[in-house]
Each structure stands twice: as C-alpha cells, then as structure tokens.
C-alpha cells in the first residue's frame, strides 16, 4: 500500500507543478503566446481568452491535485476518495479539451493516463484499506503444559 501511495504523490505533485506553471501562464498572458497557443484555438469555445481556463486550471487539477497529495502524506482516512475525484477532475478535464479543440497531443495523453492511473489506483487503495486486518488465529496454550500441577500430584 505504501507504494501505491507514493505513486499517486508523486503523479499529483507534478500534475499540481505542471497545472500551476501553465495555469499561471495563461493568466498572466491570456492571450497564450507564451505558451504558443493562438486565439484560433478558441474559436467556438465559450472563452474569449486564456484567462479563465487558466483559473480553472490552477483551483481545480493545481490546488485540487496539492490537497489530494496533501491527504496521501498526512493518511487522511479518505485520501483514496480525494484521489480518486481528482482523477476524475482530471478526466472531465480532458475530455471537455479534446470536445471543444479536437487536439490531442503528448500532454493530453499524458493526463490522460494520469487521470486513469488516479482512479484505478485510488479505488484499489480504498478496497484495500476497507479490507479488515487479519490476524492468525491464537491458539490457548497452557502455561503449565506438561508440568504437574499440585492438584495433579495427589
């Protein structure tokens, strides 16, 4: 469980990284240039600009992937639900991208399977820590065994 643990820290922290670079990015510069994108792409979107997908970009997959990190670290109880969520925040995001652009490219493909490795992985660690602990089974072992007791000796 541990490792499935610190995968899915380590697919957040850079999902959280990339998604506040280009999220900010696209703040700063609505128009985004920067980033090499045109106003082209936008054409038949509801955004004028690059401002407001940048915003979503940064609460939603940014913010959203940090507290979901943050929740694996600290072994929140419901950590695998936060997870998963923001897998499918994930995933939610890459489909409405590739329904309103029609681009798909390496990032894409990339959040892609990470949205698909945060669901799967997430669900798996939620079962697991569903499952209880098993003990083996303790046997009733006399302390005396073998020995004569007083009440044996008469």
Known sequence: MKTIRQFLIAILIIAALTALYIGFSLINDSSGRSLGLSYDDLQGTPFSSYSTPGWLLVVFIGLGSLIAAWSCIQHIAFHPILVMAEGIIFAIWIIIQITITGNINFPIILFALFALAL???????????????????QTHQHKHRGKKTASHKK
């Not at 669901?119 to 089974?137: A, D, E, F, S, V």
Request: charged share 15%; glycine share 6%; aromatic share 0%.
């Open 119 to 137: 669901i799967l992985l997430g669900n798996l660690l939620r079962k697991k820590m569903l499952q209880p602990t098993h003990h083996p089974p």
